[in-house]
């Protein structure tokens, strides 16, 4: 093959590991996952599934070694509630979770589909079966939100995606509650032109913490006139000043190939909602939505990341 580029996400051969036909009740599909690990090592998928109306509800699923062998609560674990939350009325999508170790909760951050469109909704758990909501946290539109684990410089500090028509950006917003957002900045720009990432940008999985910086896996959305696709980049953030981006990937690490990526209920996408750190500290297990159908896994590493941005950055 003359076509060669670096390849920095491998897919798992057993893709895809999560399909609806795995299910104890009956739905459409599962996909967009948030992803942790647990004190015993159980890797802890918090699965979109979207039931046979149409409307969305998390289900989680668990698995000793992360791979195979999946344990999938048989009810959902988390339904919409529109009677206390009325921002739930169509259901609650695209959850990512982070262990906040101040707390000693499990944020999970979550889009809820009003009337209005998606809004950004928080709730707090420790133990995946009783949830604390917090509620709508930011306005719609808006959505792709995740919490940093730890405070700056006192204050709680949110990655999302508010759609300012026709372009949308990643933002960053700051609290000293977890309820009250404000000091809104600009985070990263959706390019504008050809680019694969123009017009249209969100953040994918939570930030990976390391040495160099925030590191960021995020979507960029290439509107052909074919239709969308969904593909993945990198970029790294400032630690202590997350505002300020370091080094932005000109091309991006990861496509929409297999056909179970690129056929499906929304053809040619791969979304990761969530992602676990393996022992070593650099493998990332990154388990991503594949054409809003189904949940696939794939492997990289921290470092050939960090390396590559050092190369191929803007």
């Not at 951050?109 to 946290?137: K, M, Q, W």
Request: aromatic share 10%.
């Amino acid at each position: 093959m003359n076509n060669q580029h670096a390849q920095l996400i491998h897919r798992n051969k057993l893709n895809p590991i999560l399909t609806a036909d795995n299910w104890p009740y009956p739905i459409n599909s599962v996909f967009n996952a948030g992803a942790t690990l647990l004190p015993d090592g159980t890797t802890l998928l918090l699965c979109r599934v979207e039931d046979r109306r149409g409307l969305s509800h998390f289900c989680a699923a668990r698995s000793a070694n992360g791979f195979d062998g999946w344990v999938i609560d048989p009810q959902p674990t988390l339904l919409p509630d529109p009677v206390n939350h009325p921002e739930e009325l169509w259901g609650i999508e695209d959850p990512r979770i982070t262990f906040v170790k101040e707390l000693k909760k499990y944020a999970v951050v979550y889009t809820a589909y009003t009337r209005d469109g998606p809004g950004v909704s928080l709730a707090l758990t420790e133990d995946f079966i009783n949830f604390e909501r917090y509620g709508i946290i930011m306005s719609p539109e808006d959505k792709d939100a995740a919490l940093l684990p730890n405070r700056i410089d006192g204050k709680w500090v949110l990655i999302h995606r508010p759609i300012s028509a026709p372009r949308a950006h990643m933002w960053i917003s700051y609290s000293p509650d977890l309820i009250h957002w404000g000091n809104h900045k600009l985070m990263m720009n959706a390019r504008k032109g050809a680019w694969w990432d123009a017009n249209k940008i969100g953040l994918s999985p939570p930030p990976i913490e390391t040495p160099d910086g925030w590191l960021v896996i995020y979507h960029g959305v290439k509107q052909p006139c074919g239709g969308c696709i969904y593909r993945l980049g990198i970029a790294l953030f400032d630690l202590n000043n997350p505002e300020i981006c370091l080094k932005r990937g000109d091309e991006w690490i990861f496509a929409p190939e297999e056909p179970y990526e690129q056929h499906g209920d929304v053809g040619n996408v791969v979304f990761p909602c969530g992602y676990t750190i393996g022992a070593d500290g650099d493998t990332v297990n990154i388990y991503y939505g594949a054409a809003d159908t189904s949940i696939a896994l794939a492997t990289s590493s921290i470092k050939e990341m960090l390396n590559w941005l050092t190369q191929h950055s803007s």
